[in-house]
C-alpha cells in the first residue's frame, strides 16, 4: 500500500489509524489508493500488536439451559457492544471442567473470562494463577478475590414464599432442597433460608418434611418430585419450585394427578425463562434480569481490561415476581 502511493509505511499507518497529524491533502491521497486497492486493516493483527485479542471466554454449565442460553445471549450482546466476541465454553458443571477453566487456557487466546462456576470449591478458584481477569457471575465464589455479579437468592426465595403464604396457602413444599446430608451448594442454602424467613414471618411452622429433595433441577425431576410430594403429603396447597424447569415438570405431574392449579395447589418458579408466559396454565416466576446481569458483568470486566487494579467488587441483583395463571387464576 505504501509503495502503491508513493509514502511511507508511517504515514499509511496515520491515515489508517485515523491520526489527526496527517495533512488533509495526504489523508485523501492515501484513501484513494485504499479505495482503489480495496484494502481492509486486519483487525485481529493491530491487536495481537496491542497485546490484545477483543476475545472473551465465556464458561457456563449448560448452553441448553434455558435460564443459562438466555443468560449467555444477554453477554453476546453485551459483549458485542463493547466490541467483544464471546467464545462459549460449556461445563457441564463439572469440577474437574471448571478447574481447567479457573486455571487458565493453554495458548492465550482470550483477553478476558466470563465465569458461571456451579461446583468448584472456592478454595481452588483462589489459587488461580492465570493473569487473565475474570468475573464471576452468580451465588458461588463468595470469598474467591474475584469481580462478581451476584444474585440474592434468599430474597429470591423469599418473595416466592411470601407471594404463597400472602394467598392463604399454608403447607407450602419447597421443590429443589439437597437430600439430607449433604452440603447444600450457595444457591440451594440461600433459596432455603428465604423460605424460612418466610415461614417464620409469616407465623407458618417449618415442616422439614415439606422441604423436598430433587438431585438435580430439570423437568424430569420436578414431575417425579411432585408426584411423590402430593403422594407423602395430600394436603399439599402450594409448591415453590426451585427454578422454572422444576415448576414445569411439577405443572405436568399435577395436571396428570388431576389437580387444578392454582385451585388446588398454587405453583411459583424462579428464573422467569421465556417458555413461562406459554405454559399451560402459565407460571408465576421470580424474574432475574439477565441483560442486566450481562450489562453489569462485561462493565466489570472491561474496568479490569482499561487496568483497574483495586480490590474485588461486588454487584447484586435482585428478583422480580412476575404474577401469571400458575398462582392468579
Do not use: C
Not at 490484545?52 to 454449565?61: I, S
Not at 399439599?236 to 411439577?250: E, S
Amino acid at each position: 500500500m505504501a509503495e502503491a502511493a508513493g509514502v511511507s509505511i508511517k504515514t499509511v499507518s496515520n491515515v489508517v489509524n485515523d491520526h489527526p497529524h496527517v495533512r488533509p491533502e495526504m489523508r485523501a491521497k492515501v484513501k484513494a489508493f485504499i479505495a482503489e486497492l480495496d484494502y481492509r486493516p486486519n483487525g485481529i493483527g493491530r491487536q495481537l500488536r496491542q497485546g490484545r485479542t477483543g476475545l472473551v471466554a465465556l464458561a457456563l454449565p449448560d448452553v441448553t439451559s434455558p435460564y443459562f442460553g438466555e443468560l449467555a445471549s444477554a453477554l453476546v450482546n453485551a459483549a458485542r457492544e463493547r466490541g467483544l466476541t464471546l467464545l462459549v465454553e460449556q461445563t457441564d458443571g463439572d469440577p474437574d471442567r471448571e478447574r481447567e477453566v479457573a486455571t487458565g487456557f493453554p495458548v492465550r487466546l482470550v483477553d478476558g473470562l466470563v465465569f458461571v462456576p456451579q461446583s468448584l470449591p472456592v478454595e481452588e478458584l483462589k489459587q488461580r494463577r492465570d493473569s487473565t481477569p475474570a468475573v464471576l457471575i452468580g451465588e458461588y465464589g463468595q470469598g474467591s478475590d474475584f469481580d462478581r455479579v451476584t444474585i440474592d437468592s434468599v430474597d429470591l426465595g423469599d418473595q416466592a414464599s411470601r407471594h404463597l403464604l400472602d394467598l392463604g396457602r399454608r403447607t407450602v413444599a419447597l421443590l429443589g432442597d439437597k437430600a439430607r446430608g449433604e452440603v447444600r451448594p450457595p444457591v440451594v442454602a440461600q433459596r432455603v433460608e428465604g423460605y424460612r424467613r418466610a415461614l417464620r414471618r409469616a407465623g407458618v411452622a417449618f415442616d422439614p418434611d415439606l422441604l423436598r429433595p430433587l438431585p438435580e433441577w430439570t423437568r424430569q425431576h420436578g414431575y417425579d418430585g411432585t408426584l411423590a410430594l402430593v403422594a407423602d403429603r395430600p394436603d399439599v396447597d402450594a409448591i415453590f419450585a426451585a427454578n422454572d424447569l422444576v415448576a414445569f415438570g411439577a405443572l405436568h405431574a399435577l395436571r396428570r394427578l388431576g389437580l387444578r392449579v392454582p385451585e388446588d395447589v398454587a405453583v411459583v418458579g424462579v428464573d422467569d425463562v421465556e417458555q413461562a408466559q406459554f405454559a399451560a396454565p402459565t407460571l408465576t416466576s421470580v424474574a432475574l434480569d439477565r441483560s442486566e446481569m450481562a450489562r453489569l458483568a462485561l462493565g466489570l470486566l472491561a474496568d479490569r481490561l482499561a487496568g483497574h487494579d483495586g480490590p474485588e467488587r461486588l454487584l447484586t441483583v435482585s428478583g422480580r415476581l412476575v404474577v401469571r395463571e400458575s398462582t392468579a387464576g
